[in-house]
């Protein structure tokens, strides 16, 4: 005869959960039989994934406003404020709107109207990167069709719709709506591109990861900081939850940050507290330090007083860093990123009757109170023009 189990008080009152940390791999890039267009990422939604990321990390986000507003500056000059399609959008609205999206993406897509007789680009609006997909390419190696969903985690409510590749030379009837989808080169990948910061993921995910672990740190008390040994006998099982409750009410909690272990035994009747040292403040420094420095290196930013961050280094003065770090980011990551986006939406502009050459009009670093005294920079006011 089987006996049967009798089931044990103490069966789910403790129990430890230890989360597994992947790191992030690459998006991949893969084509299915039954769809029209290329997977980009996981669940195809490796975009929301970069938008997720700007959103979690503050660091992050600061250096992607920071080469942002360095490749825009003040805008285009001579053609910025010409209207460009029916919704009154200037020219300037959606180079910064283009602008925005080759800095988190490293790409941009537009969607270009041409008018009946197929001569000349009636219309230009931008299109949300993460909002289109690529098709497949045909036989020689060209993408004919992209397609466009305004939420590509629920299709079943937002159906794609394809749209004509960019072809100037059919771009009639049912073709004059067309997407132009440019994104930069990168081995490898041959119809979706990659952030120019991927390879600082880890770090902008970890960033994310120890703000969270702070906030409930504090809020929650994720970090045992006491145990308490209560030694006057084992009460029942609920009876221990009630004193649990009891003592988290009243220590944990933002008021008093750090949880406790509770424990109950049948030796002296009087209850042991022992503290637990919590971890070391240098650790969270130099662990924050690391991330800061991780995440702007993926950015290419040398110096973080370009972001506002006070920094000690070898300069006389922030004003000397300032201007040494800025013009060697404007040379190395702001003007190449500009030339590309102003190269490839100038050709569309010229299409659209628009001959002139692309300029962007640049921002004012420093700004000198002492009457534009370059010699008196160091013992002025710093300020950042835009």
């Avoid at 180079?95 to 001569?119: A, M, P, R």
């Avoid at 002492?370 to 002025?380: F, I, R, S, V």
Wanted: some cysteine; glycine content about 6%.
């Amino acid at each position: 005869m089987m006996k049967k189990k009798l089931p044990n008080q103490n069966e789910g009152l403790y129990s430890v959960v230890g989360a597994q940390f992947a790191a992030p791999a690459l998006p991949i890039i893969k084509e299915y039989n039954n769809k029209e267009y290329v997977y980009y990422g996981e669940n195809n939604l490796y975009p929301q994934k970069l938008i997720e990321m700007l959103n979690s990390s503050a660091m992050h986000n600061t250096c992607k406003e920071a080469v942002k507003d360095g490749i825009y500056g003040q805008g285009l000059a001579t053609i910025g404020e010409e209207y460009i399609n029916q919704h009154g959008e200037t020219i300037n609205d959606i180079f910064e709107k283009i602008v925005l999206d080759y800095t988190i993406y490293n790409g941009y897509s537009l969607n270009i109207v041409w008018n009946k007789e197929s001569t000349k680009i009636s219309e230009i609006y931008h299109l949300p990167f993460d909002k289109v997909r690529s098709g497949k390419k045909n036989n020689e190696d060209e993408v004919e069709e992209y397609y466009y969903s305004s939420d590509w985690s629920n299709l079943r409510k937002n159906k794609e719709v394809a749209y004509k590749a960019f072809d100037q030379l059919d771009s009639k009837g049912e073709n004059a709506s067309q997407i132009f989808y440019y994104f930069n080169y990168t081995p490898g990948q041959d119809v979706y591109p990659l952030p120019s910061y991927v390879s600082g993921s880890n770090d902008i995910i970890l960033d994310n990861k120890v703000s969270r672990f702070h906030v409930n740190q504090i809020s929650n008390g994720l970090a045992p900081s006491m145990f308490i040994s209560m030694k006057n006998g084992l009460p029942t099982p609920e009876a221990q939850r009630d004193v649990y409750k009891s003592i988290e009410d009243t220590f944990s909690g933002e008021e008093a940050a750090g949880r406790f272990f509770l424990s109950f035994s049948d030796a002296d009747n009087a209850p042991e507290i022992t503290p637990i040292t919590a971890t070391n403040d240098s650790y969270y420094l130099t662990l924050e330090e690391r991330i800061t420095s991780r995440i702007l290196t993926s950015w290419r930013i040398t110096s973080p007083l370009l972001l506002g961050i006070r920094d000690s280094s070898g300069f006389s003065s922030n004003a000397e860093e300032i201007k040494v770090s800025y013009m060697h980011f404007e040379g190395t990551v702001i003007e190449p990123k500009r030339r590309k986006i102003t190269t490839s939406f100038g050709y569309i502009l010229r299409l659209a009757g628009y001959n002139v050459n692309i300029e962007v009009i640049p921002n004012r670093l420093i700004e000198d109170a002492a009457a534009g005294n370059p010699d008196d920079l160091a013992d002025t006011n710093i300020q950042i023009i835009e």
